[in-house]
């Protein structure tokens, strides 16, 4: 078996983001997660309590490795001078895209930590904070459609749509981790037209004709 043994003050130096490389090169060559935070400390050369003086368990590590994710991707979004002009669907399609971007330079793990697992309705606690900062985000790109009437206001229905966008974001990632094309192009493909599906959806129209139509037929069966 090889051991990726570190030595030296350089290593017991070792910060909070080494320490994250460290875990994912040590799931990937093990195919595995570290049985004990001592063993994995002793494979990379550092004492416990420098694991511990950035992560209180492997299982906060993996939450901060997802947090950053979400994070990532909203900062490279509002770095962007353009963005603040985008339309609610823009901003969603944008982050899509960018997120399979930063995805893409992790993806063996990515793969490794969403096997057989799903982000619907109870996603796994390592991506919550994940999923917190998602919901933060999408709530801001809601409001601001709703204001511009990008996105239609309707009683009880538009506290959904904030669900819908994260039912949407498990489609996109499912579709990437079994998406073979050269570039992920199929992946790209799926999130223009799966966004496009979401929005017309959240948009006045057909949804809103559908429902009238079934508030006068449940007054005339009522008459």
Partial sequence: MKKMVKSGKKAQSMGADKIREEYIAYILEQEKRPSTVFGFCKTIGIKEDTFYSHYG????????IWQEYAQSTIDRLKSDSNYASFSAREKVLAFHFTLIEILKEERSFILFQLEKRTLRSSPPSF??????????WTSEVIEEGKQSDEIAKRPYLDQKYGSLLWLHLHFVLMFWMKDDSAEFEKTDEAIEKSVNLAF???EKGVVDNVFEFGKFLFQQAKG
Avoid at 57 to 64: G, Y
Avoid at 127 to 134: A, G, M, Q, S, V
Wanted: net charge positive; hydrophobic share 50%.
């Fill in 200 to 202: 017309d959806l959240m």
């Fill in 57 to 64: 368990s492997f299982k906060a590590l993996e939450k901060a």
């Fill in 127 to 136: 991506i919550r904070k994940f999923k917190k900062e998602f919901d933060v």
